[in-house]
């Protein structure tokens, strides 16, 4: 089984940073991609950020410059640096893998528990 294990949420005030961290561990062959979603209360989950296993990135337009993913290939584990807090920020954050299980095996899609980070006014 795969687990994806997320941390580094919290309350910040707007402006302020923070980072999340989000592990991947079990039955892990590859992961071609990771990245970052979040969900604010009554909006649909949406994506933040995405990072390939050879460390090309993509943003959510509205992320793009105050957002940073990055990932340690060696430790399975992605990270989203985020500058710039805004309060519309606020949202649990979940961690996504794409990733295989053994060699030849098809893709599949793991979701970490969800961190909540609060930005205050």
């Known amino acids: 089984q795969v687990q994806l294990v997320e941390s580094g949420g919290g309350l910040v005030q707007a402006g302020g940073s923070l980072r999340l961290s989000c592990a991947a561990s079990g039955s892990i062959f590859s992961i071609p991609n990771m990245g970052w979603y979040r969900q604010a209360p009554g909006k649909q989950r949406e994506l933040v950020a995405s990072i390939t296993g050879s460390l090309s990135t993509s943003y959510a337009d509205s992320m793009k410059g105050r957002f940073t993913i990055s990932r340690d290939n060696a430790k399975n584990t992605v990270y989203l640096q985020m500058n710039s807090l805004k309060p519309e920020d606020t949202a649990v954050y979940y961690c996504?893998?794409?990733?295989?299980?053994?060699?030849?095996?098809?893709?599949?899609?793991?979701w970490g528990q969800g961190t909540q980070v609060t930005v205050s006014s």
């Open positions: 996504n893998a794409v990733l295989l299980q053994r060699v030849g095996g098809r893709p599949t899609n793991h």
